[in-house]
């Protein structure tokens, strides 16, 4: 989770990399095990040895660029999820639509600190689902500070023209 | 949840099915491959073509020492000579004597290239192996990996059961005894070509001597045979 511009006047996130720790786990038990074939003095397959490092090349490739794929952003005016690495959506979402945030995780997530976060719109149909961001709870507390914010002041700006 | 959400959850579960069964089939390739000393990826297959062998031409030879590269799985390999090389047996290594060494593999599986005067790559696992008397054994497994880094120059060399040439052809001089010594071919300066030879050989102050099974056996010189 990264803020920017100063006082809390952008927030950015990304998909948080502890998705990922079952596949590092992946990659960890391999090149464990290679180490052990190599301690143990045995014979290690060439063919064997090259495809676990294409694996593993390929699985740190695949969730860096899956990690890459979906950035959420949270600024004065918009929640806005943009989606894609070469060819990219942006879906903006006025922060005074937003009705509600919820956010889901199950108990692994809890441990980690990490989860789902949905942000509807007046509608379950229609809702930015941010997966498995870091923080959940500061995300949503961030979300809810600025909705408050944009709701203040376009409350003020109705009464002001008053 | 909207439906597209529910599709790109089923996606990533099938990929980190995926995913999941390539670590393991991984994890399974690299256990057998290196616990397992038969393992073969063509397995019997190839064993099943090597045993349809046509090589049944007795064939006795004492020729001149060509360049050959072979490789296999030989009972047992002997050689002679110096050299300046380490000698890698294992996880050791032996620097090898300047004048005279000894060594003798057991059930060594890998490559073996050697000219007239020396073995110019040696490059396997054996079970066992004598370096000038003393045994080397494995430790935690059952194999030794061996090699050379240097030429060795060799004063005699022999392989037995058994090396497999599936074409050999230069120019040489020499006997041949085919059948038992039922025909005699004396070559001097002759090109010989032979196919598919399963059998022993040794090396010799420059004499070749070969004695196994050939499929066939041509000479093109003053003398212009061809057996089959």
Known sequence: ?162 | MPEHYEIHHHKSNNLRWIMFSAFLAILVFLIITAFSDNFSFTGNLVNGIKQQSNSTIKFNAELTTPSMDAGGNFEKVEFQGNSESFFYVGNEKFQLNAKNNYIVMNNYTGAIAFDSQNIVKLNGKATKVFINGIPVEPKTNDILKVSLDKDFSYTSLSIENEIKISKLSYITTGEIRINGGKKIFTLDNEQISLKNFIGDVSAENNKFKMSGLIEKLDIAGETKISLS
């Open chain 1, 1 to 162: 989770m990264s803020k920017k511009d100063g006082e809390d006047d952008l927030l950015k996130v990304r998909s948080s990399r502890k998705v990922y720790i079952p596949v590092y786990l992946m990659i960890l038990i391999l090149l464990f095990t290679i180490g052990a074939i190599k301690y143990m003095g045995r014979e290690l397959n060439s063919f064997a040895f090259r495809i676990t490092l294409i694996f593993s090349v390929l699985c740190m490739l695949m969730t860096e660029s899956h990690r890459f794929r979906n950035l959420y952003e949270i600024n004065n005016s918009s929640l806005i999820h943009t989606k894609g690495i070469l060819f990219q959506s942006t879906k903006r979402t006025d922060l005074l639509s937003v009705s509600d945030a919820e956010i889901k995780q199950n108990p692994w997530q809890r441990m980690l600190n990490y989860g789902t976060v949905e942000a509807a719109v007046f509608s379950k149909d229609s809702m930015t689902v941010m997966h498995d961001i870091d923080k959940p709870m500061e995300f949503v507390v961030f979300l809810e500070g600025k909705m408050a914010n944009k709701r203040g002041a376009g409350g003020q700006q109705r009464g002001g023209r008053k």
